[in-house]
């Protein structure tokens, strides 16, 4: 399992209140079955490559779905191959 | 106030497990007396620019303290002004 | 047309100089078909989505087989939908 | 010598095109005096943490005095302690 952080900043607005696009995001994060947790600055789930790419690919239709123009998305992976990474865990340090 | 996200990666460290390298850092945060919070993919704090910029210094140079060869830091700042950005109205997007 | 850029960290790899984990992530970026520029900090690649997502699965894979024991991925994509991104056109700002 | 690549996305301008908003800060950059590269995906700047960090407040004034009413500043630093590192250098991998 890796862990990733992702975030979505939609550009050109009109507001700097972004969250009517951030919603439809949130949701569907919740509906994928992966793990996570909405963090400040992101959100973080946990699952294989495969899925967290395949989430980011969902997450992009739903942004463009909701009106943004323009969109900067921003992913971090974790990933390590001799013991799983779990959010938990990560919070440990 | 700004929110930020902030994460130091050592490189060239023999083990993949770097905590050791990062408990200076947390250190480093908590005494800066900023608001923190620990987060799977990074520390996320609250501040002025200034302040998190500061403490971005004071993070290198634990890190490098605790033996670290090479570091990759990655800072993300959100700040607005037309109202307060804070850690707990982040989280409900 | 989307503009991203990738850039992968290995961990834990006993020396800072980490380019014989990165050669092979290149080759693949190369292979791939898709325009791409090496930069300072990262390699920017032009596509769709769907092919940046699936080149950043192919990296993640090229590292693992080059021996890293665990990575960081970071991936920037930017998209519009009013009118095409590309590599040339962002270099102008 | 550390190297950095900072980029700033202003949120909430009225067109998905924000060019106004980061000529400025070229401007602030090239004004430095620091080696820089326009890179598709952000600016690369090479100097010491502290004149990093300098830089960074920099471009943040000056983005909000171009307008910017909402920005995501995303930096990201490579410093070694074992070599000097320079943009020309990074790009050889």
Not at 12 to 20: A, H, N
Not at 34 to 43: H, I
């Amino acid at each position: 399992m890796a862990v990733a952080e992702l975030c979505l900043f939609p550009l050109g607005t009109e507001s700097p209140s972004v969250g009517k696009y951030l919603e439809p995001v949130i949701e569907v994060i919740r509906a994928s079955g992966l793990k996570y947790r909405v963090c400040p600055m992101g959100t973080v789930v946990e699952g294989s490559v495969d899925e967290i790419l395949g989430l980011v690919r969902a997450c992009h239709e739903a942004i463009l779905k909701a009106g943004a123009r323009r969109v900067v998305i921003s992913l971090r992976i974790d990933d390590r191959t001799d013991k799983p990474l779990t959010i938990e865990g990560k919070v440990r340090v």
